[in-house]
């Protein structure tokens, strides 16, 4: 009798055991289903944009400042990035009328020139294959591949265009050097011959790193002191990149930051580029993993759009301005975004150039003052960063510091988007809840 009471509870402990196992594999099968991506990737990890740029029509309309184009060649263009990741994808993009054949795309870490580091080469595909066609208008991603990138190091992407494309989407002031080819396919080459260099990026618009999922990006919007016009070429001097610097370092919180300065924009009327309120949601709200904007855009609405400006019929008035930061932050606001504004910087003596059009009048500082007064003090903006007080002579307020000032009397030198990026109080990006 007891023999059978044993075996009988045996037969139960047992099948309670196999139960319990049961669920257990249950339960961890739904979790790692549960934290696992289309790529493998987990709930705790999500796309960020480590680099980007602001994409732009091939002519510009400026002598000097339109692209022909290319015809059966590879373009190699590098990258700095902010943060580093073990998986990688880049974005790429076209503007205007005209689609595009990619006939083979790769990325790698950047070796010196044309270089790239050795056994660092991945292809790059889209949607499993080597070739795509990109709609006109339309950006794309790549597929995902492992690659361990670094903080605040060079990547090489590059691209074979099997054609000739017509006049490309680019990037004109990239203050990088990026290599063009002979004709053919030498995207996974090595050390990739070159019968031109450009310090511009075509049709490359962003690449992205699979980062922990509180990460964020802080998008930089602004004209050419963002897009770093005057820093030193090669050297990633911009101050949105002396930002990434300060981020990087160990105490501070890990943050990817976002180029999507346009030299010569405009916040109201197109310009070099479409304007600032048409723009925002392509070079900006479109980014991965974004938290954060930081906005320093007016001073070309106010410096070319006078009787004396290169554009006088676009005449605006400071209250127009503030109406503009206002859509702005109200879209910004939408996404669940912080948005920051960034007080004008000064800009008397600076002339346009190849033209006999200054910026300065004391009407146009009148303006100017009374812009960044609002910046200041018009509770609108969820902070503000006081980059007029960085640069300017306190001896001499509409003029910059003479040591920050390239020459030109509106952009910084070096050591100028240093100060800049130095000035940014980090602890506005620290330990938000909706990472």
Do not use: C
């Not at 000739?164 to 050097?177: N, S, Y």
């Amino acid at each position: 009798m007891q023999t059978h009471t044993f075996s009988a509870n045996r037969g139960l402990l047992g099948r309670r055991i196999i139960g319990v196992l049961i669920l257990s594999l249950l339960f961890v099968s739904a979790g790692w289903a549960a934290n696992s991506g289309p790529f493998g990737e987990g709930d705790d990890e999500h796309w960020v944009g480590t680099w980007s740029t602001a994409p732009h029509e091939p002519d510009l309309l400026v002598p000097g400042l339109s692209n022909t184009g290319f015809n059966n060649q590879t373009l190699r263009q590098i990258v700095h990035t902010s943060i580093g990741g073990h998986r990688v994808r880049v974005r790429l993009s076209t503007f205007g009328t005209t689609s595009l054949v990619i006939g083979a795309a790769h990325i790698a870490l950047a070796g010196v020139g044309s270089a790239i580091v050795p056994n660092s080469d991945r292809e790059l595909t889209f949607g499993g294959k080597s070739s795509i066609t990109i709609s006109s208008g339309a950006p794309i991603f790549s597929d995902p591949v492992d690659l361990a990138v670094p903080a605040l190091g060079n990547l090489a992407v590059s691209i074979f265009v099997p054609g000739v494309t017509g006049p490309a989407t680019w990037h004109f002031e990239a203050r990088q050097t990026s290599y063009i080819s002979p004709s053919g396919d030498f995207s996974a080459s090595g050390v990739m011959p070159i019968v031109a260099s450009a310090q511009a990026w075509f049709w490359l618009s962003g690449v992205e790193v699979m980062a922990p999922r509180r990460t964020g990006a802080i998008a930089t919007f602004g004209d050419s002191t963002t897009d770093g016009t005057h820093s030193t070429v090669d050297a990633n001097h911009r101050w949105p990149d002396q930002l990434a610097r300060r981020l990087a370092l160990p105490q501070n919180e890990r943050k990817g930051v976002l180029n999507a300065g346009l030299a010569g924009n405009r916040l109201l009327h197109d310009s070099l580029g479409p304007n600032g309120l048409a723009r925002f949601d392509r070079d900006v709200l479109s980014q991965s993993g974004l938290t954060d904007v930081i906005v320093l855009l007016g001073n070309a609405d106010i410096g070319e759009g006078w009787s004396g400006g290169s554009n006088p019929a676009d005449e605006v008035s400071v209250d127009q301005i503030i109406q503009g930061y206002k859509q702005l932050i109200e879209r910004a606001h939408a996404k669940g975004l912080k948005i920051y504004g960034a007080t004008l910087t000064p800009f008397e003596g600076f002339v346009v150039p190849g033209t006999p059009f200054p910026f300065f009048s004391p009407t146009n500082e009148q303006k100017r003052q009374e812009v960044n007064e609002w910046i200041r003090t018009g509770g609108e903006y969820d902070g503000v960063f006081d980059f007029d007080e960085v640069l300017r002579d306190p001896d001499h307020p509409s003029r910059l510091l003479p040591r920050y000032d390239s020459g030109d009397h509106v952009h910084p030198t070096d050591d100028g988007y240093k100060a800049l990026g130095d000035a940014i109080d980090l602890s506005l990006f620290r330990n938000r809840d909706h990472y």
